[in-house]
């Protein structure tokens, strides 16, 4: 016998089933507590169970729980039914009583993997790929191309794992005609048979229509009760079922006779139990539905058509199983990647992950979800309100700015709208820098919404920092994006605060960085901006100078308030592309305006700004440059064809903080708050 591959499925389940806080890609549906289930039953039911005999039980399984399991289907009665111990000896025992070295399997493809690797440990198999592009259809003609003289087993699941697709009936009629015409028997895996948001979706069960066909079910699926382990198979040949029954001696011998007993309740309150997981089903998947409308950047997803698994796709920023292991090392969230049902038998989508929707707290995990993806979002809306700046799109007057020397601080006020929006924002920002010695933040602000037909308050946003701070770290994002910088650049932060943090964190994950250098002038606050970085996940290191970081950096971020230049044009090496976002107002100053000379691309977030008081406005003084020899950050990102940074020079974007900014992060944070409210 072969020596069979590890299972990708449990092995990542493994590691991870029972150390994930939000488990979203389970496989089955809520369960039940042993009283719950009994309190469904009768009161003899209770007492039944408590009188249970605990010795070896039957190995077809008890006769009262084969009556119960024969009572599922039109044609069978309980000689034709075979217990097992869970539905995977059931595949393995088929497999190999109905399969021999010289024969030849087919099986569809992707699949749950003992369907595959069990028929391939004993003779050769033929995948039948499912795909998205025909809607996970199964095409008969493929079926029939694959079948050879000596082909002796077909394997079907549908419902399907992981898509969720249900082929219609006359595609099963046109499958069993062919296994009939070719003597072929027909294994049929309806795990999932009977859940689902469309009943009349659901097929008949493969054992009632077809003389060779056999339908493996089973307590763990659609009827939430896997701790059981009690699965079955039946078939009208009884002379396959003592083969089968004689091969599960030397395995699990018998099912354990409590579960038995209380599989058979389940069944005889099968009505209620199914209908309850089917609600928890159709409530589930609105909330997928509204949960993937939000991310359309992110995500393609389409409703699938029974269980209680899906398969969407990722059309994110890397690749899906870097996704998901940050995922569920970040926050907890733990999804299946694709290479979970990666075939040997021909090439599965690489860009999807199944997700999991037949418990009930997935509310709550996508509450988690919806907080890593909050970033994404934050991006993507301040991206297009770059973008209509560059347009020209944007209401705006010129910001009001107010300094304070005794304590140190900074107010910003800033007002604007998209033209023809039915609304417009005006926002207050401070910074007050000997702050945290107070025990108070650095930033805090109001954020005030208008409806811009009547001029009524809409909304009063308090700001507390927070709102400015997700805006600013998502224009360092899409900042870093315009650099267009290989994989395996590191990223160099210079500052150890909040913003440091953000900036390191959200441009990391939208660029797919993982080694991040951080530079501050506390050596204290930058170890400790390391230490959270490294227990997040990143290859972080706190470097001692702004020379070592250069040295190591290609793609550097300043987020400081200071007031004169913190990077040295001499420290930066040539193919660098800088983000300088802390000189937001004036007397403030990150960038060696000798860095303006060697640059061969200069990024603003608006001209008139940056002139009059970012980092750009000391290279024009020293008559290095002139506003119009750059361009703006939202032309750049409009455009498909992005801007080559010559060989040899550097790149520099200079953010001052722009009011289309702030309308896009007030606008989404209105939306989300409604919507919750909702």
């Known amino acids: 016998m072969s020596v069979m591959p590890d299972f990708r499925l449990e092995t990542y389940f493994s590691k991870w089933e029972f150390k994930a806080r939000y488990h979203m890609t389970a496989s089955d549906a809520q369960s039940l507590t042993v009283r719950e289930l009994l309190d469904l039953g009768s009161p003899e039911d209770a007492a039944g169970f408590d009188a249970q005999w605990l010795g070896y039980t039957e190995t077809f399984g008890a006769p009262a729980l084969l009556a119960e399991i024969a009572a599922t289907y039109d044609e069978m009665q309980s000689a034709n039914i075979l217990c097992f111990a869970g539905a995977e000896e059931g595949i393995y025992i088929a497999n190999h009583v109905l399969l021999s070295a010289g024969d030849h399997a087919i099986v569809v493809t992707p699949n749950y993997q003992a369907a595959e690797t069990v028929p391939l440990a004993i003779c050769e198999v033929t995948g039948v790929p499912l795909e998205p592009e025909t809607g996970w259809s199964l095409d008969i003609d493929r079926v029939a191309a694959a079948i050879r003289p000596n082909t002796r087993l077909m394997s079907i699941n549908f419902p399907h794992n992981p ?111 199914l209908a309850r997981n089917n609600r928890l089903v159709r409530d589930n998947l609105a909330l997928l539905d509204d949960f993937f409308t939000d991310f359309p950047d992110l995500f393609e997803w389409s409703r699938p058509d029974g269980g209680c698994v899906a398969y969407p796709r990722y059309i994110g920023p890397g690749d899906v199983e870097n996704f998901a ?42 509450t988690a979800f919806r907080e890593v993806l909050r970033p994404n979002m934050v991006i993507d809306a301040v991206r297009d309100a770059f973008i209509g700046h560059a347009r020209g799109e944007i209401m705006s007057p010129l910001p009001i700015q107010m300094l304070f020397d005794n304590p140190k601080g900074d107010c910003h006020i800033k007002a604007g709208m998209f033209s023809g929006s039915d609304r417009f924002v005006a926002k207050v920002a401070t910074g007050f820098y000997d702050n945290p010695g107070r025990g108070l933040p650095v930033n805090d602000g109001l954020v005030l919404v208008f409806d811009s037909n009547t001029g009524r308050p809409q909304a009063l946003l308090r700001d507390e920092g927070w709102l400015t701070s997700w805006r600013t770290a998502a224009a360092g994002a899409l900042a870093a994006e315009v650099g267009n910088m290989p994989k395996g650049t590191i990223l160099g932060i210079v500052g150890s605060g909040h913003q440091a943090r953000l900036q390191a964190e959200w441009t990391a994950v939208h660029a797919g960085i993982r080694s991040i250098r951080i530079f501050g002038r506390s050596s204290e606050k930058a170890d400790r901006l390391t230490a959270e970085l490294v227990h997040a996940g990143f290859d972080a290191a706190t470097v001692r100078s702004i020379e070592q970081l250069c040295a190591e950096s290609r793609l550097i971020i300043s987020c400081t308030p200071a007031s004169q230049s913190v990077i040295p044009a001499s420290a930066v090496q040539p193919g660098t592309h800088i983000v300088a976002l802390g000189a937001d107002s004036l007397g403030k100053q990150e960038l060696d305006a000798n860095l303006f000379a060697r640059a061969g691309q200069i990024f603003v977030d608006s001209r008139e700004q940056c002139a009059s008081h970012g980092d750009l406005r000391h290279a024009i003084d020293k008559g290095i440059i002139t506003k119009e020899q750059t361009m703006l950050l939202g032309e750049a990102l409009a455009s498909r064809s992005r801007p080559i940074r010559p060989a040899g020079l550097i790149s520099l974007v200079d953010l001052t903080g722009i009011v289309a900014q702030d309308i896009a992060i007030a606008t989404l944070a209105l939306t989300e708050t409604r919507s919750r409210q909702s």
Not at 177 to 187: E, P, S, T
Not at 212 to 221: A, D, E, I, T, Y
Request: proline share 5%; aromatic share 8%.
């Open 325 to 366: 292991a940050e995922l569920v090392a970040e926050a907890g969230v733990l999804l299946l990647p694709s290479s979970i049902y990666h075939s040997d038998l021909g090439s599965t989508p690489i860009d999807r992950f199944r997700i999991g929707f037949g418990r009930a707290n997935l509310a709550e995990g996508l």
């Open 163 to 273: 898509t969720g697709r249900i082929i219609d009936r006359n595609t099963l009629d046109d499958l069993i005609a062919l296994c009939r015409k070719h003597g072929i028997w027909l294994f049929s895996d309806e795990v999932y048979r009977l859940l689902g948001p469309y009943p009349d979706r659901q097929l008949p069960q493969v054992a009632d229509l077809y003389e060779r066909g056999l339908s493996l079910n089973v307590m763990s699926k659609a009827y939430g009760l896997p701790g059981l382990r009690i699965g079955w198979l039946a078939t009208t040949d009884r002379e396959v079922l003592l083969r089968m029954e004689r091969m599960k001696h030397y395995l699990s011998i018998c099912n354990s006779a409590p579960s038995e007993y209380l599989a058979g309740v389940a069944l005889r309150n099968r009505d209620t139990i």
